[in-house]
């Protein structure tokens, strides 16, 4: 059975609890989810290479992404999450509230985040937000986009097989040097990129 650090753990029975779904098959077509635990892990991986860094999450929803994140990065981060429907950011506030170095707001990501920038790692997980991601990258941070379907688990005939909108404005940024990672389950994936100009 998959191991998961208590604080992720505790996110999910919260999440849970508020109601939230875990995954996107349990919310369903335009709900909101909390990142699965494969993009947690990845999230974990860049958050604890952020040695006295700054990390933004746009979209906190309960507090799952925040967790692992919170969980894995260095003693001198810092971590700023942004949720617009205060029930939300509420649940995540009791989640972290121990935990100094880790800021939950409510609000609109475009009016608290750009001000508190530049960042290391920016987990850009509210959708359409009116935010920049990139641009709130100090030179050489990282990006992390979730909620992809790999195309080879696209089902035929899907209009993403000819033009995804998401991934094309992302590999289009010639700010970024990007990839797309999937996930061991081979069902999800996400878009990371490092700022390099
Ligand atoms: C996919 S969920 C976030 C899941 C979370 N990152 C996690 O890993 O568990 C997206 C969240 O973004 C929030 N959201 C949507 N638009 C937003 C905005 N403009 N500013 C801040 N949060 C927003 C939604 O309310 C929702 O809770």
């Known amino acids: 059975m998959e191991e998961f650090p208590a604080l992720v753990t505790r996110a999910f029975e919260l999440a849970r609890a508020a109601g939230f779904a875990l995954t996107r098959e349990d919310a369903g077509a335009g709900a909101s989810s909390a990142c699965l635990p494969g993009v947690g892990r990845f999230l ?5 290479g952020c040695v006295g860094g700054r990390i933004a999450e746009l979209g906190t929803g309960t507090g799952v992404g925040a967790a692992w994140i919170a969980d894995a990065m260095p ?5 700023v999450t942004v949720e617009v429907e205060e029930r939300f950011a509420a649940v995540a506030r009791e989640l972290l509230s121990g935990d100094a170095r880790v800021e939950v ?11 508190r920038g530049p960042f290391d790692l920016v987990f850009s997980d509210a959708g359409a937000h009116g935010v920049d991601p990139v641009g709130l990258l100090r030179i050489g941070g990282r990006v992390v986009m979730d909620d992809l379907t790999p195309r080879a688990a696209l089902p035929p005939g899907s209009p993403l097989l000819a033009d995804d909108p998401k991934r094309r404005a992302f590999f289009g940024d010639r700010r970024l040097v990007s990839t797309e990672v999937v996930l061991p389950d081979l069902r999800n994936s996400l878009l990371v990129g490092t700022r390099a100009r």
């Open 75 to 79: 003693a001198d981060c810092t971590l």
């Open 105 to 115: 707001l409510t609000g609109e990501a475009a009016d608290v985040v750009p001000a």
């Open 44 to 48: 974990a991986v860049l958050a604890a």
